[in-house]
């Protein structure tokens, strides 16, 4: 046994051992049904292809833009009833990020995985609530967190009753509008027991860098998916799209759909290796 807790998500888990890598991806926002969907049946053909497990994510609302004018997203109803149609006419599971106490119960209604937001981790009632779903919670690392701070949010997950959480890490704050990885935060995490995955586009956000929004760092995607991978990763975390540059939120870190597979073949090269 690894000591880890795996998630099960439908017919797959999440760092039980031997498991096979888990994939969340899709567009930061929910631009339209319409993209939703071609994005979720794209990248299901090529995780079936590579043997890798995938979970669509895409948010119904982002509540942290950088200033009040950016698209936030269709709203909860509406963007409820789009993740639904994913999830039920392509049998795919899907994940979505919860910013509010208020709203956890209607959306564990639809979702197989709840989210909670770096800027939210320390949140005690947010984990609560989604702890007392009873499905799987993701919580991404804080960004003005060290990983090891990250044990209490485990703890407050397992003492509200979460039995299947995974923490995220997503970069940590260096200075102004900067975000660097220390990618020893990955066993330092999966040490409390937990799978861990990790969120490589918004690792390389320059959060607030463009003035009214973030700025980013999409070339450098390759390399930080590479090195996790090679650190030790349960499950990957990536915003993607058809045309990042036309993106409605985070158009500088999104990474392109023609990119995915060869990036995911790589990674699964490296894991191979570390396995020999």
Same mark, same amino acid.
């Given at each position: ?75 909860? @109803?509406? /963007? ?7 999830? $039920?006419? !392509? ?6 990020? #919860?910013? %509010? ?30 702890? @007392?779903? /009873? ?7 804080? $960004?003005? !967190? ?6 209490? #949010?485990? %703890? ?121």
């Amino acid at each position: 046994m690894n000591g880890i807790t795996p998630i099960t998500i439908g017919d797959f888990q999440i760092g039980a051992e031997g498991a096979p890598l888990t994939l969340i991806a899709g567009p930061c926002v929910i631009e339209s049904e319409l993209g939703c969907m071609d994005t979720a049946s794209y990248m299901a053909e090529i995780c079936v292809d590579l043997g890798i497990n995938y979970i669509f994510k895409a948010s119904w609302d982002k509540a942290n833009r950088t200033s009040i004018h950016s698209y936030r997203g269709p709203g909860l @109803e509406r /963007g409820l009833e789009i993740l639904n149609n994913v999830k $039920q006419r !392509l049998k795919l599971p899907v994940l979505t990020d #919860v910013h %509010e106490t208020g709203h956890v119960k209607q959306v564990a209604q639809v979702v197989d995985m709840l989210q909670i937001p770096a800027f939210l981790c320390r949140q005690t009632d947010l984990l609560i609530a989604c702890a @007392e779903t /009873g499905i799987p919670v993701n919580v991404k690392k804080g $960004q003005f !967190l060290a990983a090891w701070d990250m044990k209490n #949010v485990v %703890e407050k997950l397992r003492e509200a009753g979460c039995r299947q959480a995974m923490l995220t890490e997503r970069g940590s704050s260096f200075g102004y509008n900067t975000l660097i990885v220390d990618y020893t935060s990955l066993p330092t995490m999966r040490s409390y027991g937990v799978p861990v995955c990790f969120d490589a586009t918004h690792s390389l956000q320059l959060p607030g860098g463009a003035g009214s929004s973030s700025g980013g760092r999409r070339e450098f995607v390759p390399q930080v998916v590479r090195a996790a991978a090679a650190v030790g990763m349960d499950a990957l975390f990536m915003e993607v799209h058809p045309n990042p540059t036309k993106g409605l939120s985070d158009a500088s870190t999104m990474y392109p759909l023609d990119q995915m597979r060869d990036l995911l073949t790589q990674v699964l090269a490296i894991q191979a290796a570390l396995s020999e």
